[in-house]
């Protein structure tokens, strides 16, 4: 089984509809983060968290909201989504006890029509 | 803010050919990690380098950090099919150290391998 899945895989949604991309995790891991991929941007960090009572913004916040709702579960929404959010996002975790390596989940594919 | 570009963009070489990219922050960086991403899969970790200076490698894989901490490489000799893929780095500023944990990720470079 894939130690950090996400849900859904694929989504196709309308301009203005909320819409929650989910992430969990089997690592055990403390830190979580959402991250977005566009062609030639790389990957951009949205929202990171370090534990259940720790939140923080990252560099392409605004239009996203987070949820922590567990050391396994951290939630991505979109409270009302636009065309330019159309992207392919990931959730990723890190041990701080290791290598700090990011491990990635299999992302989502979401379009904003 | 901070930003980390890689060239090239896009490289495609015959299937035996070398291949490198290049990574160059605008700021130094405490560490740097390279990723690759198959196409239509998920970044997976390669590996970090700390030191200035340093070289590491993993078979055909050369990785290098520059001395001043702000550029960093990827060579891959005699590429192969299975070497078909986006090849990240991702740097983490100074200061964030082990309380952060956040890396700013490059652009990515494209590797199309023609057997």
């Known amino acids: 089984d894939a130690d950090v899945t996400q849900t859904p895989r694929n989504r196709i949604t309308k301009t203005g509809k909320r819409i929650m991309l989910e992430c969990s995790q089997t690592?055990?891991?403390?830190?979580m983060y959402w991250y977005r991929q566009d062609p030639g941007l790389g990957l951009r960090l949205i929202y990171y968290s370090f534990d259940v009572k720790d939140i923080n913004k990252g560099e392409i916040s605004d239009g996203y909201s987070v949820s922590r709702q567990a050391q396994a579960k951290f939630s991505l929404s979109l409270e009302s989504a636009i065309p330019n959010q159309t992207a392919l996002y990931f959730c990723?975790?890190?041990?701080?006890?290791?290598?700090?390596?990011?491990?990635f989940g299999p992302g989502t594919r979401l379009t904003v029509t | 803010g901070q930003q980390v570009m890689q060239i090239p963009q896009y490289q495609h070489v015959q299937e035996g050919e070398d291949f490198t990219t290049y990574c160059n922050s605008s700021?130094?960086?405490?560490?740097i990690q390279w990723y690759k991403q198959r196409p239509g899969g998920h970044p997976v970790f390669l590996i970090q380098l700390v030191k200035s200076g340093e070289v590491k490698k993993q078979k055909r894989l050369t990785f290098q950090f520059g001395e001043a901490k702000k550029n960093s490489s990827l060579h891959i000799t005699a590429t192969q099919t299975t070497d078909v893929g986006t090849y990240f780095c991702a740097g983490r500023p100074p200061g964030s150290g082990g309380a952060t944990n956040k890396l700013i990720f490059g652009t990515g470079t494209l590797l199309a391998v023609q057997p």
């Open positions: 700021t130094t960086l405490s560490n």
């Open positions: 990723a975790t890190s041990d701080p006890r290791g290598s700090y390596e990011q491990y």
């Open positions: 690592k055990g891991h403390d830190r």
